[in-house]
């Protein structure tokens, strides 16, 4: 027992006799040279430290930018050169054609096989259109396919809806007798539309343009009807 208390005597004596690290002590400048005295400034300490730290700031702007700036999207592609199935010639100056053109134009947003030709326009060119002329395609629809078949009458306005996902509204008019019925409704309309929309008669209509031409054109035989 003696023993043992000598020996923790001894113990308690050299722990009180090393004295603590001071400020000259190599121990204490590995630890603690240099220790910064902001949180940032261990970036920007050392040139190293420094360009890292930018390089770390630059991509999380980056980051930031690229998930708060949102992906050009196109409702509907750029329409090329010959990418349409089938034409469609409607008279522009018919309010109530227009109607059912503004509700394909917008249906074939989706799907881009329509091409729209404005008859009424000066630039309308019979050439571009398989040799329809204006008061041909005045007496009742038509429509061209990408092949260069001219489709008439409810055959026509079935070929469009069918392009854009419509086919089902004139889908019973392929068949007899119910095709020649529509037809014939069909070619009443196509008749008197132009009295049931509030416009002169066809004749009317035709000399009007034809001095329009004329006042614009002159003896130029570049414009034709």
């Not at 990418?83 to 134009?105: A, F, S």
């Not at 054109?217 to 570049?222: I, T």
Request: net charge positive; aromatic share 10%; charged share 25%.
């Amino acid at each position: 027992m003696a023993l043992r208390g000598a020996a923790a005597i001894a113990c308690i004596a050299r722990e009180r006799a090393t004295p603590f690290p001071s400020s000259k002590s190599p121990y204490f400048h590995l630890k603690f040279h240099n220790f910064p005295s902001h949180p940032l400034q261990r970036f920007t300490s050392h040139p190293n430290h420094q360009t890292g730290f930018k390089n770390q700031i630059r991509a999380i702007q980056e980051a930031t930018a690229n998930r708060l700036t949102p992906k050009k999207e196109y409702d509907q592609k750029e329409q090329l050169p010959g990418n349409w199935k089938i034409k469609m010639l409607y008279d522009g100056d018919c309010p109530l054609c227009m109607r059912e053109v503004n509700m394909l134009q917008e249906r074939n947003k989706q799907y881009d096989t329509i091409k729209f030709v404005d008859i009424s326009s000066d630039e309308y060119s019979p050439e571009e259109n398989q040799g329809l002329d204006y008061k041909t395609v005045m007496g009742r629809i038509h429509a061209i396919l990408s092949d260069g078949t001219v489709v008439t009458d409810v055959e026509a306005f079935r070929r469009l809806y069918e392009q854009v996902g419509l086919g089902w509204v004139y889908a019973v008019t392929k068949y007899e007798p119910i095709a020649t019925l529509a037809d014939a409704v069909y070619g009443v309309w196509a008749k008197y539309r132009l009295q049931i929309t509030g416009r002169p008669p066809l004749e009317q209509v035709l000399e009007a343009r034809k001095k329009k031409k004329v006042e614009v054109c002159g003896d130029n035989n570049a414009c034709k009807m």
